[in-house]
């Protein structure tokens, strides 16, 4: 007997926990407050993306093309023919 209360009182407050839990993220005053959180994010975004610096761009012609046409001494090998020689 004792044991079917105690499964009922846990059940009620399990099934109150997530009454609760629902009814306040369902509620209109949630939704307001994570508007005015969401834009106020927004706004310090744009804010701080407006107070960056900048830096100048030094990377112009840095890169160096190698012409691979030039190196002929590599083999070219074939792989059954590695194997059979093995």
């Known amino acids: 007997m004792i044991k079917e209360i105690k499964f009922l009182i846990y059940s009620v407050i399990i099934a109150l926990f997530f009454f609760f839990t629902i009814?306040?993220?369902?509620s209109d005053d949630f939704k307001k407050k994570f508007y005015r959180s969401y834009n106020n994010y927004n706004n310090i975004i744009i804010e701080y993306s407006n107070n960056l610096l900048t830096i100048k761009n030094d990377t112009n012609?840095?890169?160096e093309y190698v012409d691979n046409n030039s190196n002929n001494s590599k083999k070219k090998y074939q792989f059954w023919k590695l194997i059979e020689n093995d």
């Open 23 to 26: 009814r306040y993220y369902l």
């Open 61 to 63: 012609n840095i890169i």
